[in-house]
């Protein structure tokens, strides 16, 4: 199992960061590698579905994200399905103007052998991808 465990310093709202967190346009606006996105009309409830492709060493990999747990400006955590399955969390900590997001992901590649062939090299991209994700995110939530 892969894990990943990044965190940036935003000056912005809690509300802000969590309208970029949980509105599919923003997603597609910060989150690196993702091409298309397509939410339940529920989302971001508990049991609530995205799916989408995610580009990764230029493969598109299909995944769907269940929403398991939710706190409307604080936490949404996700079960990963597809070609990776596990788990990641997004937590906002702090108020006013200073807030802290963290993002954590446990996983591993589906795909038998060649799955865990490629698992390492997929998630140096991974990692990459969550590093810039969240700088962009940093940067629209305090545009």
Request: aromatic share 6%; glycine share 10%.
């Amino acid at each position: 199992m892969q894990h990943i465990s990044e965190s940036v310093s935003i000056n912005a709202t809690p509300a802000a960061v969590w309208s970029l967190l949980t509105t599919p346009d923003s997603i597609l606006k910060w989150f690196v590698g993702i091409d298309t996105l397509e939410a339940t009309p529920d989302y971001p409830a508990v049991g609530s579905k995205i799916a989408g492709n995610y580009k990764v060493l230029g493969i598109e990999l299909k995944a769907t994200q269940t929403v398991t747990a939710s706190e409307a400006g604080s936490t949404i955590h996700y079960a990963l399905e597809g070609v990776v399955n596990g788990t990641q969390n997004w937590s906002i900590a702090g108020a006013g103007n200073a807030v802290t997001l963290t993002m954590t992901m446990d996983y591993s590649m589906s795909g038998g052998v060649l799955g865990k062939l490629a698992e390492p090299a997929v998630h140096q991209m991974n990692l990459n991808n969550a590093k810039q994700s969240l700088a962009k995110l940093k940067a629209l939530a305090e545009g």
